[in-house]
Nanobody, 124 residues
Framework: QVQLVESGGGLVQAGGSLRLSCAAS????????MGWFRQAPGKEREVVAA????????YYVESIKGRFTISRDNAKNTVYLQMNSLKVEDTAVYYC?????????????????WGQGTQVTVSS
C-alpha cells in the first residue's frame, strides 16, 4: 500500500510558475513509477507526465512539453512537477499516482495508488 500526499498548488498568474510535490509512504518508493494527472472542471482526468522508478525515463503529454518537468528524489520519497509558463487552461486539480512497478507509462489505468489532489488555478 502506498499513500500519496500532494502539495504546492495555489493561485498564480498566467506566465508564472509553481512546483508541485507528492510525498509517498513506504520503503520501496524507487520501485514505483509515478505519474501526474489533472482534472479540470467539467472535463475528464488527463495524464500530464510520468517518470520511472529510477527517474531515468520520463514521458510528457504534448500540451505541456517544454513547460513542465517531472522529477523525483528517491531519498525523500517525493516526486515533483515543475510547472513554468503556466496558462489559464492549466487550471485543474492535479493528482499524483503510483504504479506497482518501476516502469513509467502515460496510461492512467496502470496506476494503482492515487493522492487526494491539489488545486492549481491560473488567472489571466
Amino acid at each position: 500500500q502506498v499513500q500519496l500526499v500532494e502539495s504546492g498548488g495555489g493561485l498564480v498568474q498566467a506566465g508564472g510558475s509553481l512546483r508541485l510535490s507528492c510525498a509517498a509512504s513506504g520503503r520501496t518508493f524507487r520501485t514505483n513509477a509515478m505519474g501526474w494527472f489533472r482534472q479540470a472542471p467539467g472535463k475528464e482526468r488527463e495524464v500530464v507526465a510520468a517518470i520511472s522508478g529510477s527517474g531515468g525515463t520520463t514521458y510528457y503529454v504534448e500540451s505541456i512539453k517544454g513547460r513542465f518537468t517531472i522529477s523525483r528524489d528517491n531519498a525523500k520519497n517525493t516526486v515533483y512537477l515543475q510547472m513554468n509558463s503556466l496558462k489559464v487552461e492549466d487550471t485543474a486539480v492535479y493528482y499524483c499516482a503510483a504504479r506497482s512497478n518501476e516502469y513509467a507509462t502515460l496510461n492512467s489505468h496502470a496506476y494503482a495508488y492515487w493522492g487526494q489532489g491539489t488545486q492549481v488555478t491560473v488567472s489571466s
